[in-house]
C-alpha cells in the first residue's frame, strides 16, 4: 500500500539535505508543506515511501532527481513590479547616478544580477523600467543575469508567457509596448516581446555555490529569497554579494528582510536597500 506519512525522522533527514544543497531552512512549522510537495514526487517516480526516496536521492540519483525535489520545495511567489518602492528609488536617484557620470561604471554598460528571479516577473519589470527611463539609446548596452535554483520555474521565465491576470496591475501602455497578446489556443496569455527578452541571461544557480562571474554588478535584486535562510547563510551570503558588486552598487533585498543581526559590510541606505560604499 502507499503510504505518504512524513515521519519526523524522514523530515529531520530531508530538511538537512535541503539545508545543505541550497541553504534554505526548513522548520517545523514547513513538514506539511515537505510532506505535500515531497509527497507529489513520490507519486509521480513510484517510490512507495519517503525512506526509499530519500535513499535514491542521496545514494544512487545522477543529480537530476535531486535537482527536481529541490524545484518542489522552493517557493516561487512573484509579480510583475512588486514592491513598487524598489522602482521608484531605481527612477528617482540610481538611474540619475548614471545620466550624471556620478556613477564609477560608464553608462552604457550597467550590470544587472536577479538573484532568486523565480518566473520572471521580477528582470522583466527591471528591463521594462530601463528602457522606459532610458529609452533606446544607442549608448545604452544593459545585461541582467536572471538565475534561479528552480528548473521548472526558470522554463517558464525563459518563455515570457503569462496569464492575463498576472497583468492586471500593470499599465495598458506597459503592455501594448513590451508584450505580444496571444489569439486562438493562445487567448488570454501575453508573451514577452523580443527586444525585451535579449536583455536577460536567464540561468540556473545555486546561491551556495562560489559567484563565478567575471564582471561586477551595478546592482544585485536578491528579494524575498534570504527570509528562507537562517542568519549564518544570510550573513555568508550577504557578503558574497558585496563582493559581487561595483564600488557604490546596491544590494536590494525584500521589504520584509532585513541585514540586521548579521555581520556585513554595506551602508544602509533605506528599508531593504543597501550600498557598497
Not at 78 to 87: D, L
Not at 252 to 259: K, R
Request: net charge positive; glycine share 6%; proline share 4%.
Amino acid at each position: 500500500m502507499f503510504s505518504i506519512e512524513l515521519s519526523e525522522r524522514d523530515f529531520r533527514r530531508f530538511s538537512a539535505l535541503v539545508y545543505e544543497k541550497c541553504g534554505i531552512n526548513l522548520h517545523q512549522g514547513k513538514k506539511e508543506l515537505v510532506r505535500a510537495r515531497l509527497g507529489k514526487r513520490l507519486r509521480e517516480t513510484g517510490f512507495r515511501d519517503f525512506n526509499a526516496y530519500y535513499k535514491f536521492v542521496t545514494q544512487k540519483d545522477s543529480g537530476d532527481e535531486l535537482v527536481r525535489m529541490l524545484d518542489a520545495i522552493s517557493t516561487n511567489l512573484t509579480s510583475f513590479f512588486r514592491e513598487e518602492k524598489h522602482f521608484d528609488f531605481l527612477k528617482e536617484v540610481v538611474f540619475p547616478t548614471y545620466v550624471a557620470g556620478k556613477n564609477r561604471t560608464a553608462f552604457h554598460r550597467p550590470r544587472f544580477w536577479s538573484a532568486g528571479c523565480s518566473t520572471g516577473e521580477e528582470p522583466y519589470s527591471l528591463a521594462i523600467w530601463l528602457l522606459e527611463y532610458f529609452g533606446k539609446s544607442p549608448r545604452f548596452d544593459v545585461k541582467i543575469l536572471a538565475s534561479d535554483i528552480s528548473t521548472k520555474a526558470l522554463t517558464q521565465a525563459k518563455n515570457g508567457v503569462y496569464p492575463a491576470v498576472r497583468l492586471e496591475k500593470v499599465s495598458a501602455s506597459i503592455v501594448r509596448t513590451y508584450f505580444q497578446r496571444g489569439y486562438g489556443r493562445q487567448e488570454g496569455y501575453f508573451r514577452i516581446k523580443p527586444s525585451l527578452r535579449k536583455m536577460i541571461e536567464f540561468k540556473r544557480f545555486n546561491l551556495m555555490e562560489p559567484f563565478p562571474f567575471k564582471e561586477a554588478f551595478n546592482l544585485i535584486l536578491c528579494r524575498n529569497v534570504m527570509i528562507y535562510f537562517d542568519k549564518t547563510i544570510q550573513q555568508g551570503l550577504a557578503n558574497k554579494f558585496y563582493d559581487a558588486l561595483l564600488d557604490g552598487g546596491y544590494l536590494f533585498i525584500g521589504h520584509s528582510e532585513t541585514l540586521t543581526g548579521i555581520d556585513h559590510r554595506f551602508r544602509y541606505i533605506r528599508p531593504s536597500v543597501y550600498q557598497k560604499p
